[in-house]
């Protein structure tokens, strides 16, 4: 049965929800509180509903006391379809918005969804967070380091639930990966090699044209930079475009890159080093198809290395078959290695490289949410919002030496780079008003 909010519980989230509109501040919200009681039903708002976002939907729709209520779209024509699609299978009516800063204004709403493109998952969390409402927010959390710092603030502050979109985490058969990784199952670990091979075709060039009709592009752009719309920059290709996405690394590579720096247990590095380029393909792309990244970390004695590609020669161990994508995580060891990947790991020991332990299972991460959301315990969720923001971090500090085209040298702890003014520019951007993420003190 759904809890009611008390008069003054109302007047409370709706002030604090008016004044997070505008981003302008963090309102108080002590007194601020879940809408759903620990044994009331959990209602659940998507915002962005294109690829990861019906997963979302389905998700948070089938985990046991919750139920999503809302759906946000800046493109109405998927808005209507997917809510048309979702009235028919539920049988019951479901709230529809253009605008999440209406929808972060409901106060019948307890938890918020984010799958939108990656320029405005901070921007989104924020605001979600400032007006009480528990996120969980898709991979990279973040299009920059300082914003997604920020949004690990704005949760803490308002102890608020936040979880990161990368499942792997959640993934019973993986934590036992990592479990056994940390006991010393292939002996002492000084390296990860992570990997993205997809087969990606070619984007090409498009002219830039007119807005399609019911989209709200000022709304889609938020804190990015005015620019003709191009369909070359909307859905899905804006993943290629430094100023909405974050190139591969952050896209699916994030995923591995979770694993990797969980698996070798550290944080941030010191010295960041990239190469790569745009190969093979004339298009509009301009983030790289080919992109490696080694980040040290002097102090643990520990190496990770990343690489990612716009197609397959080698699967290195990955990939059901020589047409399939290779994504995965390998863990080098003074007494084997270790193989991780979605959603399993194998291991291979001794000199001979004998098989050994293995797994897989799937992963459970709207159900580790949904129950952090009723614990109100950070250690219930499948990935919380600081591992996330890490993660998305290592991602962008990879694109930063790339983009410099030299070795940075990074401060893990400050998260700043000293004395490199250029690089520093980086670490966050001119957001375009009023779409300006807050800076959470």
């Known amino acids: 049965m759904t809890s009611r909010l008390d008069r003054r519980e109302f007047l409370l989230r709706s002030a604090a929800a008016g004044a997070a509109v505008g981003l302008a501040g963090a309102p108080d919200l002590r007194f601020a509180r879940a809408a759903a009681s620990p044994n009331g039903e959990i209602r659940a708002a998507c915002i962005g509903l294109r690829g990861k976002g019906g997963h979302h939907l389905g998700g948070l729709e089938a985990v046991e006391g919750a139920a999503v209520t809302?759906?946000?779209?800046?493109?109405?024509?998927?808005?209507?379809?997917?809510a048309e699609r979702f009235e028919k299978r539920s049988g019951r009516k479901i709230k529809r918005f253009t605008d999440y800063r209406k929808l972060v204004e409901d106060p019948e709403i307890d938890v918020v969804s984010i799958a939108t493109p990656n320029h405005t998952h901070a921007l989104i969390?924020?605001?979600?967070?400032?007006?009480g409402?528990?996120?969980?927010?898709?991979?990279?959390c973040s299009h920059n380091i300082w914003e997604g710092r920020q949004l690990v603030k704005a949760a803490r502050k308002h102890q608020r639930m936040c979880q990161h979109g990368t499942q792997g985490r959640s993934s019973p058969a993986i934590r036992e990966a990592i479990e056994k990784l940390h006991a010393g199952a292939i002996g002492e670990v000084y390296m990860a090699r992570g990997i993205c091979f997809k087969w990606r075709d070619t984007i090409g060039r498009q002219p830039d044209g007119p807005?399609?009709?019911?989209?709200?592009?000022?709304?889609?752009?938020?804190?990015?930079?005015?620019?003709?719309f191009n369909p070359n920059r909307f859905h899905y290709n804006w993943h290629w475009d430094w100023d909405y996405g974050n190139g591969d690394m952050g896209n699916q590579g994030?995923?591995?890159?979770?694993?990797?720096?969980?698996?070798l247990g550290v944080g941030l590095p010191a010295r960041v080093h990239s190469g790569g380029g745009h190969f093979l393909f004339d298009d509009d792309q301009q983030t790289p198809n080919t992109l490696v990244c080694i980040f040290e970390y002097p102090e643990e004695e520990k190496?990770?290395?990343f690489e990612t590609r716009h197609w397959i020669t080698n699967q290195e161990g990955f990939g059901a078959s020589p047409a399939s994508n290779a994504v995965g995580v390998t863990f080098y060891g003074s007494e084997?290695?270790?193989?991780?990947?979605?959603f399993g790991y194998r291991t291979y020991l001794g000199r001979k490289r004998e098989p050994g332990p293995g797994r897989e299972e799937g992963s459970n991460e709207y159900e580790r949410f949904i129950a952090a959301v009723r614990s109100r315990k950070t250690s219930d969720l499948g990935v919380d919002i600081e591992d996330g923001h890490l993660s998305s971090a290592l991602c962008h500090l990879g694109n930063i030496a790339y983009r410099l085209g030299r070795t940075?040298?990074?401060?893990?702890?400050?998260?700043?780079?000293?004395?490199?003014?250029?690089?520093?520019?980086?670490?966050?951007?001119?957001?375009?008003?009023?779409?300006?993420?807050?800076?959470?003190?």
């Open 70 to 82: 809302a759906l946000c779209d800046i493109d109405e024509s998927v808005l209507h379809s997917s």
């Open 125 to 131: 969390g924020i605001a979600a967070i400032l007006a």
């Open 133 to 140: 409402k528990d996120v969980y927010v898709e991979k990279p």
């Open 211 to 228: 807005v399609p009709p019911g989209v709200d592009y000022d709304l889609w752009l938020g804190p990015a930079p005015l620019r003709p």
């Open 254 to 263: 994030v995923h591995e890159m979770d694993m990797a720096r969980w698996g």
């Open 303 to 305: 190496m990770l290395v």
């Open 336 to 342: 084997g290695y270790m193989q991780v990947y979605y």
């Open 408 to 441: 940075v040298a990074f401060d893990p702890v400050k998260e700043t780079f000293p004395g490199d003014p250029e690089a520093s520019r980086m670490l966050s951007r001119d957001d375009r008003k009023p779409f300006v993420v807050p800076e959470i003190v």
